[in-house]
């Protein structure tokens, strides 16, 4: 089992739909990444999270620590949201060590 | 530029060849990555370096695969006798925060496709 599981592994919505994206760890961590992964591109880094919530702009990551949980939403979707949106997590033993999930390949259709 | 860059942004090697990957991370920063990712799956952590050190390269698949940071700036990373198993995206990032055991956002660079035939 993978220490970092994402789901769903697909999603495809309609512009302005809001979107929700999961992800679940298994092992003790210090922080929580989202990135995001345009095909052909690099990786952007969305958040970094310990605690509670983060926002920017029509973004939204929250984490449960209790619960070893994190969601990413999107708040009225774009076509231009499109790409493979990922979670990682710094390990509680290794703070510059990331373990990446397989990623969430979101399509938001006009 | 202001980023990571990564070069070459693709590479086609005949199996058993040598391949030099190389990354110049952002100027100034200290800590920098290099990450493996197959097709359809997250990136997977290679080695890590704080200026010239390289502190972890436990995430390096067997000793074909070596990396190098001789001046803490540029980095390569090298693997001889390619293999078809070893086709895949593999990415550099940069962090700029001295303490290794402080949590720092990654950027990354765009990847240099490997493709061994």
């Known amino acids: 089992k993978n220490e970092v599981e994402q789901s769903p592994q697909n999603l495809t919505a309609q512009e302005g739909e809001f979107i929700t994206i999961n992800c679940s760890y298994s092992v003790g961590i210090s922080a929580l990444h989202w990135l995001q992964q345009h095909p052909g591109g690099g990786i952007v880094s969305l958040f970094m999270?310990?605690?509670g919530k983060k926002k920017h702009g029509r973004l939204i990551a929250t984490i449960n620590i209790q619960e070893k949980h994190s969601s990413l939403h999107i708040t009225a979707s774009h076509p231009r949201d499109s790409a493979v949106y990922i979670c990682a997590a710094n390990s509680g033993g290794s703070n510059y060590k990331l373990t990446f999930g397989k990623g969430t390949l979101l399509t938001v259709n006009p | 530029g202001a980023g990571v860059s990564q070069s070459p942004r693709y590479k086609v090697a005949k199996r058993g060849q040598d391949v030099a990957l190389r990354c110049d991370p952002i100027?100034?920063?200290?800590?920098l990555f290099w990450y493996q990712q197959a097709l359809g799956q997250g990136p997977e952590f290679l080695t890590y370096f704080q200026n010239e050190a390289q502190l972890d390269k436990s995430g390096l698949p067997s000793d074909r695969f070596f990396a190098e940071r001789p001046e803490g700036s540029v980095s390569t990373l090298k693997i001889q006798r390619t293999q078809q198993e070893d086709s895949a995206v593999y990415l550099c990032?940069?962090?700029?925060?001295?303490?290794?055991?402080?949590?720092?956002?990654?950027?990354f660079g765009a990847g240099t496709r490997l493709s061994v035939l």
């Open positions: 100027s100034g920063h200290v800590s």
């Open positions: 999270l310990s605690s």
């Open positions: 990032a940069s962090s700029h925060r001295r303490d290794r055991l402080a949590k720092n956002i990654q950027y």
